[in-house]
């Protein structure tokens, strides 16, 4: 079973940063593609972010020029930092790995970003 580890999260002010992480096995760090989604309770998962075992980033719109994926290989570690946060940017947070081709795929536990004055 591939464990996803997840870091990061909590409490921010509108305007404010945040910082998440994922740890993932280097076994399949280097040939997954790597990325964030995010749920609200009674809505769909939707992709935030994602970093492709080929280097290209993908954004959601909404996310755009505020947020940044970035894929460290030494440390098989995926990061999301998300600047300028917003009320409606509050969700749970779930790193994802999905492998090209096979489509297989591993989620982590998920981390509460919670953007409130």
């Known amino acids: 079973q591939v464990q996803l580890v997840e870091s990061g999260g909590g409490l921010v002010q509108p305007g404010g940063s945040l910082s998440l992480s994922c740890a993932a096995p280097g076994s399949i760090f280097s040939i997954y593609n790597l990325g964030w989604y995010r749920q609200v309770p009674g809505k769909q998962r939707e992709l935030v972010a994602t970093a492709t075992s080929g280097g290209t980033t993908i954004y959601a719109g909404s996310v755009k020029g505020r947020f940044t994926i970035s894929r460290d290989n030494a440390k098989s570690t995926v990061y999301l930092q998300m600047n300028r946060l917003k009320p409606e940017n509050t969700a749970v947070y779930y790193c994802?790995?999905?492998?090209?081709?096979?489509?297989?795929?591993?989620w982590g536990q998920g981390t509460q970003v919670t953007v409130a004055s």
């Open positions: 994802n790995a999905r492998r090209p081709i096979t489509d297989t795929q591993y």
